[in-house]
């Protein structure tokens, strides 16, 4: 088992920067996908970045304005969020899994996942 925690979410204005957090428990950090999520409303869940063993997949929107660094002596993977616009608005979500059953970019590859925290950024 493995849960997860979500921070750091809040009101940025576009072109700002937000780092939200996730807090991993459980099961051995280091050997999970740990991947983020955003959900905005009418919209379905999509993939944002994920990381396992230090290699990192990211969603074509974010490539090259949002990063996903990891502590693993902290079982924290962050979401560091640069560059933001209007349409990143949304709840984001940190999911885990041990082993993907589909693709790194489909949520129901993850088992695990955390409560999110909203990320609304103003024009």
């Known amino acids: 088992q493995v849960q997860l925690a979500e921070s750091g979410g809040g009101l940025v204005q576009a072109g700002g920067s937000l780092r939200v957090s996730c807090a991993a428990s459980?099961?051995?950090?280091?050997?999970?996908?740990m991947g983020w999520f955003r959900q905005a409303p009418g919209k379905e869940r999509e993939f944002v970045a994920a990381?396992?063993?230090?290699?990192?997949y990211y969603a074509d929107s974010v490539k090259g304005r949002f990063t996903i660094p990891s502590d693993n002596a902290k079982n924290t993977v962050y979401l560091q969020m640069n560059s933001l616009k209007p349409e990143d608005t949304a709840v984001y979500y940190c999911?885990?899994?041990?082993?993907?059953?589909?693709?790194?970019?489909?949520?129901?590859?993850?088992?695990?996942w955390g409560q999110g925290t909203q990320v609304t950024v103003s024009s």
């Open positions: 459980g099961r051995t950090f280091s050997s999970n996908f």
């Open positions: 990381i396992r063993w230090s290699v990192t």
């Open positions: 999911a885990a899994s041990p082993r993907l059953r589909a693709g790194v970019f489909e949520a129901a590859s993850y088992d695990y």
